[in-house]
Each structure stands twice: as structure tokens, then as C-alpha cells.
């Protein structure tokens, strides 16, 4: 008996796993528009087995809500072993950049009326102070503009996945010309006016790109 729910145990537990790894291809591929039975044709199990582990869409987006944290978390963790204080910098927003470009179900799982709270409160807590030491020492480094607030980087981020949303199937790599030129653009230049108004707090960013879904 014993060995039976062990395997029983085990086999949930793959499938689970699987109904994850297909979610996450799925939503990244479609955003929001992936249902659970796409899910389930992708992750080659019955739509019985997806609604037994989850009980709507919301439930299995909020499966995936702390691996994309953590994935945000590792970007500026690594951001923070580079050297360069501008070269951090710039890897970090155009990492920020690059995974808002190619998943298409960040903004889905991350900030989706009922989440933005919790991404607001778990990347102010997790992910905020990092992008704040990156902030500060490419700013101390003449690298970056002054004034320019860590609060920013997500809206940055959000505009060129925008971008990427409306160009992928005329050019998917056409994003990558316009993260250029907002990271060229973070660069202080001589002459240029001081940057206004005021940025959003990251909170605010967070309730923003909620109802921009």
C-alpha cells in the first residue's frame, strides 16, 4: 500500500510539474490569452488533471508568480557581480528588457488586478533594494543620468515588451533596436534638460501596468 501512494504521490507531483513547464511556455508564447485546455494539450495530460492541481487560470498564474520573481531577483543579483558600474546597470534594464520582450505572460502572472499588490510588495522587497544599489553607483560613476530612479526600470521594461507585442510577427528582434535607444537615452549627456516630472513610486508602477492589461 505504501509503495502504491508513493508512486501515486510521484505521479501527481510529475504532473504538476509538467501542467508548470507548459503553462509557462504557453503564457510566455500567448499572455493571457492561453487557456487551460491549451495547457493541458501542451503538457499532453487530460483538462481533468489541470483542474484537479488548479482551479482556474487564476490559480495556476498564481503558481507561477514566485518562479518569475525569482527570476527577476537572479537578473539583478548577477547585474551586481559586473565590475563596471554602467555596464551593471545596462545589463540589468536590458536583462529587465529582454525578458518582458520574449514572455509574453509576464505581465499576466506579475501584475494582473489581484497581484499588482503582491508584486509591488514582493519586488520592493526582493528585487527593489539591488536595483537601488545598481541605481546609485552608476549614477556616482557618471553612467547614468541623474535622477533617474530604480522605481523606473519595470515601466521601462513594460514599454519595450509593448514594443515587442505589436512587432513580433513583422520582426521579433526589432525590440532590441528600441532597448537601445532607451539605454542610450539613460546615458547623461552634456546640454541635456534634467529629467522631469517626478517618477512614479514603485508601487504606483505597479497599480499602472495592472490596469494597462
Not at 504521490?9 to 509538467?18: H, L, T
Amino acid at each position: 500500500m505504501t509503495t502504491v501512494t508513493t508512486s501515486t504521490r510521484r505521479d501527481a507531483e510529475r504532473n504538476r510539474g509538467r501542467v508548470l513547464e507548459a503553462a509557462a511556455r504557453l503564457f510566455a508564447e500567448r499572455g493571457a490569452a492561453a487557456t487551460l485546455g491549451d495547457v493541458a494539450r501542451e503538457a499532453g495530460v487530460g483538462v481533468g488533471t489541470v483542474y484537479r492541481k488548479f482551479a482556474d487560470k487564476d490559480a495556476l498564474l498564481d503558481a507561477l508568480f514566485d518562479e518569475k520573481i525569482a527570476a527577476m531577483v537572479a537578473l539583478a543579483d548577477a547585474a551586481g557581480e559586473i565590475e563596471d558600474a554602467g555596464d551593471a546597470f545596462r545589463a540589468l534594464l536590458l536583462g529587465l528588457m529582454q525578458k518582458r520582450a520574449v514572455d509574453r505572460g509576464l505581465d499576466a502572472i506579475l501584475t494582473s488586478p489581484g497581484r499588482n499588490t503582491r508584486f509591488a510588495d514582493e519586488l520592493g522587497r526582493r528585487f527593489l533594494p539591488a536595483v537601488e544599489h545598481l541605481v546609485a553607483r552608476a549614477i556616482r560613476a557618471g553612467e547614468l543620468r541623474a535622477g533617474f530612479s530604480a522605481d523606473e526600470v519595470c515601466l521601462l521594461g513594460y514599454m519595450v515588451g509593448t514594443v515587442a507585442d505589436i512587432t513580433r510577427e513583422t520582426d521579433p528582434d526589432l525590440w532590441r533596436r528600441y532597448a537601445q535607444l532607451l539605454l542610450d537615452g539613460t546615458r547623461p549627456q552634456p546640454g541635456i534638460p534634467p529629467l522631469a516630472p517626478l517618477p512614479l513610486t514603485f508601487t504606483d508602477v505597479a497599480a499602472c501596468l495592472g490596469r494597462a492589461r
